[in-house]
């Protein structure tokens, strides 16, 4: 038999037998796709969460408080050195600057600060931090050396919220891990309980196929193609279920959730989680499959 009569013959034979049995193959693309819909929703919560860090690392402002008699030109010396550092622009700003802001940002009750005849805010230098180095060991390694410094009172870059931000973030990817390990390991064994009837149900084929010497991989062949089918048609199912459920948070309908999505839209890379469910959708069934063969018809 040539490679492409075997080709065709594997082809049919899978499909032949899902359409024979289609309640055990809907079992098994049913479980493979709940997994993977657990995999994508982790990994819109992944993008959003690296969304939000971002966006809050992109506004983080390193700000140095300068002692009032602080030298002006160690003072410029200290800003050409951020600027130098950090890569973000350096502004000066004073303390009649400072108590602008203040009486601004406390709207009415503010008013009470505006006939203040002294004013106890300080100089400060505030660092706008780009992306490339707002990496939290990076601002806490900068911020005590600069706050070594004489003419310096104090340094402030919102590093607590930046820390347990950063600890959040590993925290859910773990869990994240460690749930998709389970469901993971989980859908194996249906997938693989779920072609043990279609195996049994196909045993005197099968014993037929090795007394006329069919090969192991001539048997195994179209149980392998079963289940990368499966995870084909999975893949497929929890992508739409996936896409669906971001488009309904991103509408008008999804107030209810509106937490989950960043400026209007859900963060995703949609080419590049439809390959990674695909991915694993087959590679699931192939191994549900493989699992299923090799253990229990040991051909």
């Known amino acids: 038999m040539s490679t492409r009569a075997k080709s065709v013959y594997f082809v049919r034979t899978a499909l032949g037998s899902m359409v024979r049995s289609p309640f055990v193959h809907v079992i098994a693309i049913a479980s493979l796709a709940l997994a993977l819909v657990g995999y994508g929703l982790a990994r819109l919560a992944s993008g959003q969460l690296d ?40 502004h000066r700003v004073s303390p009649a600057q400072a108590l602008g802001r203040l009486v601004e940002e406390l709207g009415d009750q503010g008013k009470a600060l505006e006939g203040m005849n002294d004013n106890p805010l300080p100089w400060s230098l505030e660092v706008a931090v780009p992306a490339a180095a707002r990496e939290g060991g990076q601002l806490e390694a900068l911020a005590e050396k600069v706050r070594g410094l004489s003419f310096v009172t104090g340094v402030d870059y919102g590093q607590e919220a930046l820390a347990r931000l950063a600890m959040i973030s590993r925290a859910l990817k773990l869990a994240g891990l460690v ?121």
Do not use: N
């Open 51 to 90: 969304a939000l860090v971002a966006s809050l690392g992109g506004q983080v402002e390193f700000t140095v408080y300068l002692a009032p008699d602080a030298p002006e030109d160690k003072v410029k010396e200290l800003e050409a050195a951020l600027t130098q550092r950090t890569g973000g622009a350096v």
């Open 179 to 299: 749930a998709f390990a389970l469901v993971f390991l989980t859908t194996v064994i249906i997938v693989s309980a779920t072609l043990q009837l279609a195996i049994f149900s196909r045993r005197e084929e099968i014993e037929i196929q090795k007394l006329v010497g069919g090969t192991d991989r001539f048997v195994r062949m179209p149980f392998l193609i079963e289940g990368a089918v499966q995870g084909a048609v999975a893949a497929l199912v929890s992508f739409g279920l996936v896409f669906a459920l971001a488009r309904y948070v991103e509408s008008s309908h999804g107030d209810a959730v509106a937490f989950l999505r960043l400026g209007g839209q859900v963060a995703a890379d949609w080419p590049r989680l439809g390959a990674e469910q695909l991915g694993l959708g087959v590679g699931l069934g192939l191994l549900g499959s493989f699992v299923a063969v090799r253990r229990f018809l040991k051909v």
